[in-house]
């Protein structure tokens, strides 16, 4: 049983910050490309930020400068954090390796 498991979402006023943590078992992902994914009201899920096994990460020029992604491979985890928040940062993230999918968790950004 391989699973992806998000936390860490929550209501926060814009400018806030959240760091969202997806815990991986039943599989080693030390190998894999970790993603985090995000799906706005009403469009189409797409990656915002990812990092390589080897430590290498890339952001959405949306994101970049605000959310930082890192990984922990002693753990299995891989954390995503979130500062300076947007009202357009509002929806849900998921976790995302392989062909493995966690289960979301809500971000909502609104005074």
């Known amino acids: 049983q391989v699973q992806l498991v998000e936390s860490g979402g929550g209501l926060v006023q814009p400018g806030g910050s959240l760091r969202l943590s997806c815990a991986a078992s039943?599989?080693?992902?030390?190998?894999?490309?970790m993603y985090w994914y995000y799906e706005a009201p009403g469009k189409q899920r797409d990656w915002v930020a990812y990092?390589?096994?080897?430590?290498?990460?890339n952001y959405k020029d949306s994101v970049k400068g605000r959310f930082a992604i890192s990984r922990d491979k002693s753990k299995n985890t891989v954390s995503l954090q979130m500062n300076s928040l947007k009202s357009e940062d509002t929806g849900v993230y998921y976790c995302?390796?392989?062909?493995?999918w966690g289960q979301g968790t809500q971000v909502t950004v609104s005074s």
């Open positions: 039943g599989k080693n992902f030390n190998t894999y490309d």
């Open positions: 995302h390796s392989g062909w493995w």
């Open positions: 990092i390589t096994s080897g430590g290498d990460t």
